[in-house]
């Protein structure tokens, strides 16, 4: 799980065995101690289960969190997916690790030694830039 704070880059990320409504909770907190001045916390989220649960959108609601969610099927329009591609470049591609914590060292690497090395040169390829494409008429 992640949130990427555009104006400076800052990657907040946990690594939960799993995730579900219980650990997206947590994870709000994890973001209310990283922002803790913060009046108000905006997050973008994918249309799945948990994300939309009663118990996520009320504990949000308690914590000044609001919720913004996806249409189905458009991970482009959120930049934390971006960062997932970035991360999947940089430690996994084409690598096969031995065991599942080989795995995951090379991921915490990853978000404690690269990300703080490389996120500045991303701002091009990772930001809130969209364009909409108009259909072309037919005729």
């Keep these: 799980m992640g949130a990427i704070e555009l104006s400076t880059m800052n990657l907040v990320s946990c690594r ?3 995730v579900n409504a219980e650990t997206t909770v947590a994870f709000f ?7 803790p001045n913060a009046p108000k916390i905006h997050i973008i989220l994918d249309q799945s289960g948990y994300h939309r649960s009663q ?3 009320d504990k949000a609601l308690e914590k000044n969190i609001v919720l913004y969610y996806l ?8 930049s934390i997916e971006r960062v997932w591609m970035v991360m999947n470049q940089e430690c996994r591609t084409n690598i096969f690790f031995s065991s599942a914590k ?3 060292d090379a991921i915490n690497c990853f978000f404690e030694v690269t990300w703080p090395n490389i996120s500045q ?11 909409t494409l108009k259909p072309v008429p037919s005729g």
Excluded: H, W
């Design 16 to 18: 939960p065995d799993y």
């Design 121 to 131: 040169s991303l701002r091009g390829r990772i930001n809130d830039n969209f364009q």
């Design 102 to 104: 080989m795995f995951r």
């Design 55 to 57: 118990l996520v959108r």
């Design 71 to 78: 249409p189905p099927c458009s991970p482009n329009l959120n």
């Design 29 to 35: 907190e994890q973001l209310k101690t990283a922002y």
